[in-house]
Nanobody, 128 residues
């Protein structure tokens, strides 16, 4: 069993920055693919970013490319999403995700069904 504990997020003015972090437990962190999704009110869950188990490969949704950075720190057992130049449309609940059973997620990281475990969600609100 894997648990993903999220932290960070909050309220910021447009143009500001925030960070959300996720700490998995239950298995060796280094073997996971890790990702972030978000869900705005009244919409489905949307892929945001992902990082390979090695940290060498990252994936981003077009809507956040150049503004968001995903990173992992295996020593601290943490994956983080740094969000810069935030826009009101970035407002959502952000979910951490882990893929632990194989690399299938890396072909289409935006497919929710390819992720095995999910965090509890963290609210990010960007005021205009």
């Amino acid at each position: 069993q894997v648990q993903l504990v999220q932290s960070g997020g909050g309220l910021v003015q447009a143009g500001g920055s925030l960070r959300v972090s996720c700490t998995p437990s239950g298995r060796t962190f280094g073997s996971y693919g890790m990702g972030w999704f978000r869900q705005a009110p009244g919409t489905g869950r949307e892929f945001v970013a992902a990082v390979s188990w090695s940290g060498d490969t990252t994936y981003y949704a077009d809507s956040v490319k150049g503004r968001f950075t995903i990173s992992r720190d295996d020593d601290k057992n943490t994956v983080s999403l740094r969000m810069n130049s935030l826009k009101p449309e970035d407002t959502a609940v952000y979910f951490c995700a882990a893929a632990v059973y194989g690399p299938a997620w890396s072909s289409t990281p935006n497919q929710e069904r390819l992720w095995d475990y999910w965090g509890q969600g963290t609210q990010v609100t960007v005021a205009s």
